[in-house]
């Protein structure tokens, strides 16, 4: 069963370039529709957000993919992409749109687990396969689908500003 698996995932990883164009491009759709969505509409907090997550996954694309640091540069990437979030929330956003949330939920999952790539791979490499690199492998390609998916729909899809409001005690609902 698990050499099964194992071919699986590896068979995974060699599509995993195509599949960093993929998400971009989603990104890049995701704007796109918002743009064309926000269009005569007081409210274009998606259309930003989707704007700054398409910048910062186009200019992931430039990472040379064989460098001995390419998760570090991922974790970078989405930490500084964070900070841009927080920025543009400190300074533009008027609305907490349910993006938000989602949006800094995703990208901190998505560092965590580049993080323990890089730890994995470089500061204490292990040649043998194990588990970490399948839920990495399937974990941050649905974390980057479901962004994306949210940006769209700008729905809970997953209950995570419900749960937010549970954990703060708050009766009505922050975001829109």
Not at 37 to 59: C, E, G, H, V, W
Not at 98 to 105: E, G, M
Not at 127 to 137: A, C, K, R, T
Request: glycine fraction near 4%; charged fraction near 10%; hydrophobic fraction near 55%.
């Amino acid at each position: 069963m698990d050499s099964n698996l194992e071919s699986i995932f590896f068979s995974l990883a060699e599509i995993g370039d195509l599949l960093g164009i993929f998400i971009t491009w989603l990104f890049v759709f995701t704007f796109l529709y918002n743009l064309s969505a926000a269009i005569n509409k007081p409210d274009n907090s998606r259309t930003q957000l989707s704007f700054i997550m398409m910048i910062s996954y186009t200019l992931t694309l430039y990472i040379y993919a064989y460098t001995p640091s390419v998760y570090l540069q991922l974790f970078a990437f989405d930490v500084a992409t964070i900070i841009v979030i927080f920025i543009w929330r400190k300074c533009f956003g008027k609305i907490i749109s349910i993006s938000f949330y989602y949006l800094i939920v995703g990208l901190t999952t998505n560092a965590i687990f580049f993080m323990a790539m890089h730890i994995d791979t470089i500061i204490q490499p292990y040649d043998g396969y194990w588990w970490l690199w399948g839920v990495y492998g399937l974990v941050v390609p649905l974390v980057d689908l479901t962004m994306a998916v949210v940006l769209i729909v700008n729905k809970d899809i997953l209950g995570l500003v419900k749960l937010k409001n549970v954990v703060l005690n708050r009766k009505a609902p922050v975001a829109r």
